[in-house]
């Protein structure tokens, strides 16, 4: 029996620039950090007593005989791509729900890859769970989704993240004293918005409009470095980040109207009376998340003001998926 772990993801900046559409072209760079929230995935042989082969539950059950029967696109893609042959039987858990903007569609991939070539008895680098986990989602899928989840999901940490126009991907931790980051993870609320979304028809309209929003894209990649800086400048506010946050948001907003509504207009501005300096819908948008930046001291301010949402409390984690328990 193999037990994975596969964290979710907050993305800063850059969100947009992941996708092939446009990294391939111009470049793309991702600031993220991988939370307290986690995808556990519990996988063994299914002995050969059933009248069926595969045993899958998540928010449902599935019983088949054959993997072209399983409903659950990557885990029907994962077994394929891996060329399972014995029985499988699979458990999903979670900490938040599904659609919600935090990566856990490509956490539930990275870590079904990682938890199948265990059981097979093999080891796995984080950066080739990362590459595979793209490969299923974009090609074997369909799927309109990004690049920076499933890196994020694999390695963990805060990361700068690099996409290359050749496909090349390289993570680099950032490196700030060890106080700041905790200040920063200080300044950081998030809430469940009680919207949920599917992320990659969000993202389909979004990648159809790249070509027109070459511009946007390229001041939110440049706002990455800036949101660099200001974390290793320690003579600069941590609030310069959350500002940040909030000129990154605005433009983010402006690529597709599918991004925002109404009611997540409402709820951000609600957060900025309330003291946030800044934030962001978490994910492609349309729901899910939304994170804001407020000062430590103001903290319990906005969590009041927003009492109608879900606060989900975090810290960062820096293990990326691994496996928790392996017995044969």
């Not at 659950?72 to 394929?80: E, G």
């Not at 699979?90 to 539930?108: E, I, R």
């Amino acid at each position: 029996m193999i037990i994975t772990r596969t964290p979710l993801r907050i993305s800063f900046f850059g969100g947009g620039t992941d996708y092939p559409v446009y990294y391939r072209e111009h470049g793309g760079k991702v600031l993220s950090t991988t939370i307290s929230k986690y995808n556990y995935l519990t996988i063994r042989e299914l002995p050969p007593f059933f009248d069926h082969k595969y045993r899958i539950r998540y928010y449902k059950s599935e019983y088949t005989s054959s993997i072209d029967d399983i409903q659950h696109p990557s885990v029907k893609a994962c077994l394929q791509f891996l060329k399972i042959e014995n029985g499988i039987e699979l458990v999903h858990t979670g900490d938040v729900p599904a659609m919600s903007g935090v990566g856990s569609s490509s956490a539930f991939t990275v870590g079904l890859l990682h938890s199948l070539y265990a059981l097979s008895g093999q080891f796995v680098t984080k950066r080739k769970l990362a590459y595979e986990a793209i490969e299923i989602e974009q090609k074997i899928i369909g799927e309109h989704v990004g690049s920076q989840d499933q890196v994020a999901a694999a390695f963990g940490g805060f990361n700068l993240v690099e996409f290359f126009k050749d496909n090349r991907i390289v993570v680099q931790p950032i490196t700030i004293p060890q106080n700041r980051q905790k200040n920063l993870e200080d300044s950081l609320v998030l809430f469940f918005t009680g919207i949920s979304r599917t992320a990659s028809e969000v993202a389909k309209t979004q990648i159809k409009e790249t070509p027109e929003k070459i511009k946007e894209l390229g001041q939110m990649k440049e706002m990455v470095e800036q949101a660099i800086e200001i974390l290793h400048d320690t003579g600069t506010s941590l609030d310069e980040f959350g500002k940040l946050l909030n000129e990154s948001w605005k433009i983010k907003r402006s690529i597709t109207e599918k991004i925002s509504n109404s009611k997540i207009d409402l709820i951000y501005e609600r957060g900025l009376e309330a003291g946030a300096l800044g934030g962001k819908l978490l994910g492609a948008g349309g729901g899910g998340f939304i994170l804001f930046y407020v000062s430590p001291s103001k903290k319990n301010l906005l969590i009041n003001q927003l009492s109608d949402l879900l606060h989900v409390p975090f810290h960062f984690e820096s293990m990326g998926s691994h496996i928790v328990h392996y017995s044969q």
